[in-house]
T-cell receptor, first 113, second 111 residues
Framework: ETGVTQSPTHLIKTRGQQVTLRCSSQ?????VSWYQQALGQGPQFIFQ???????GRGNFPPRFSGLQFPNYSSELNVNALELDDSALYLC????????????FGQGTRLTVV | QQPVQSPQAVILREGEDAVINCSSS?????VHWYRQKHGEAPIFLMI?????EQKGHDKISASFNEKKQQSSLYLTASQLSYSGTYFC????????????FGTGTRLTIIP
């Protein structure tokens, strides 16, 4: 139990649609990062939020966007879904300067058809 | 550049030891190790920092060689619960979890 929860656990969307995934971070954590994990691959860094501002982005297009809220929750939004967006989306929360590492939620399995 | 892990997969009998290696082409500041079971979230095992010593807890330990830009995870007297895919994640800033994950090592422990 990491204290990080994501919703929904599974989702099926049609190509071209938009999707919002949600994450509730562990209390007291000030960073939240989102990762995309394709089947059989390691997680790929999408972006990170720190104190409600984007704090770094991986190699993902602008149709991937996010928000972080003061209550430790965050969202990942993906517009104009493509078939290749099908993956497990993980959020990870952490606290800078503690050396504790990041704690992952159980993920949202997104299938684009 | 994604860190490269070796081996890609290994099968061990319960009680045997394993070593998983993680090599990066870029200078490392920190290395994070995770274990992920099928269909579950990655679980944080430990973090090693540049200039830090070898770390460990229970029968799992790890080392970090800055000069070689490598880290190794050591699993001693493996248990069935150790089965899963192990990932190293390399970070550029301490405590800032923008991780670049390695290629993964699938570990299977059999009775």
């Amino acid at each position: 139990e990491t204290g990080v929860t994501q919703s929904p656990t599974h989702l099926i969307k049609t190509r071209g649609q938009q999707v919002t995934l949600r994450c509730s971070s562990q209390s007291g954590h000030n960073t939240v990062s989102w990762y995309q994990q394709a089947l059989g691959q390691g997680p790929q860094f999408i972006f990170q939020y720190y104190r409600e501002e984007e704090n770094g982005r991986g190699n993902f297009p602008p149709r991937f966007s996010g928000l972080q809220f003061p209550n430790y929750s965050s969202e990942l939004n993906v517009n104009a879904l493509e078939l290749d967006d099908s993956a497990l989306y993980l959020c990870a929360s952490g606290k800078t300067g503690t050396g504790e590492g990041a704690f992952f939620g159980q993920g949202t399995r997104l299938t684009v058809v | 550049q994604q860190p490269v892990q070796s081996p890609q997969a290994v099968i061990l009998r319960e009680g045997e030891d394993a070593v998983i290696n993680c090599s990066s082409s870029k200078a490392l500041y920190s290395v994070h190790w995770y274990r992920q079971k099928h269909g579950e979230a990655p679980i944080f095992l430990m973090i090693l920092l540049k200039g830090g010593e070898q770390k460990g807890h229970d029968k799992i330990s790890a080392s970090f060689n800055e000069k070689k830009q490598q880290s190794s995870l050591y699993l001693t007297a493996s248990q069935l619960s150790y089965s899963g895919t192990y990932f190293c994640g390399t970070g550029s800033n301490f405590g800032n979890e923008k991780l670049t994950f390695g290629t993964g090592t699938r570990l299977t422990i059999i009775p």
